[in-house]
């Protein structure tokens, strides 16, 4: 593999930017896209790129330039290639991995993973619904937050009485993702989930996490950027 510094610029939900990496795959540094980037990167990952249908690996066989993603039939859900990367990196590192893979960004996406495949996914909104309402996506601790997500993990249909805006603080987070929860039930139920975080939403893999372990939810955090970095580095070829 070449040893030189080169480029990959990634465009996703919430944050559009190049990252320069070094010969191996280190971040050197993360910057605003530039109109060059566009003809000097070794990586490009937009949201407009070609999809590919599941059950499948998170990329296809081979080095890549331009990051395909994936889509699901039925019900129909498109997977951005960003997110096809950071699916990659996880099993980079973790090639036996059979669970769910909660990717907490901008758009959360629940991904059951099984021999190196991406078997289905499921695209829930809670984040962008509280991004909607002006709610921070780190909610605080509190009896507020725990009292929602009890509440409506168990009666999803009572999340519109804590979005009024009048709500204790965190009270907003935890019934949403209480509701979120309910819906994804058979994605995290006796199973083992990865909650990936996101630069596009810091803190919100560890809300995220925290509602899901106060459940009973077997979860762990992972590092979102670490995993993309890995992710981009098996596009290019590199083992």
């Known amino acids: 593999m070449n040893n030189a510094n080169w480029l990959a610029i990634i465009e996703e939900p919430g944050l559009s930017r190049t990252l320069c990496l070094d010969g191996s795959g280190a971040l050197l540094a993360a910057r605003a896209i530039e109109e060059s980037d566009r003809a000097n990167a070794a990586l490009i ?3 407009d790129a ?3 249908p599941l059950p499948a690996p998170p990329l296809p066989e081979g080095p890549v330039r331009e990051v395909p993603g994936l889509a699901q039939a039925s019900p129909p859900v498109s997977i951005h290639p960003a997110e096809a990367l950071r699916l990659a990196g996880l099993l980079a590192a973790q090639p036996q991995f059979d669970g769910a893979v909660w ?5 959360n996406l629940w991904a059951h ?5 991406v078997v289905s996914v499921s695209r829930l909104a809670s ?4 991004l909607a309402l002006n709610e921070p996506l780190s909610a605080p601790e509190g009896p507020a937050f725990d009292r929602a997500l009890d509440d409506c993990r168990s009666r999803p249909e009572r999340v ?9 603080p965190g009270a907003a987070a935890g019934a949403i993702l209480g509701a979120e929860l309910a819906a994804a039930r058979p ?3 006796g199973q083992r989930v990865i909650a ?9 893999a560890e809300t995220c996490a925290r509602a899901l372990a106060a459940q009973g939810g077997e979860v762990i955090t992972g590092d979102g950027e670490a995993a993309l970095i890995a992710g981009l580095q098996r596009a290019r070829g590199a083992k």
Do not use: K, M
């Not at 993973?113 to 495949?117: D, H, P, Q, T």
């Open 196 to 204: 990936l975080d996101s630069a596009a939403a810091p803190g919100w």
């Open 160 to 168: 519109l009485r804590y979005l009024d805006g009048t709500a204790e």
């Open 113 to 117: 993973l099984s021999a190196g495949e």
């Open 187 to 189: 994605w995290w139920l």
């Open 50 to 52: 070609l999809h590919r």
């Open 127 to 130: 984040a962008r619904l509280l």
């Open 45 to 47: 990952v937009r949201a």
């Open 103 to 107: 990717l907490c960004g901008q758009n």
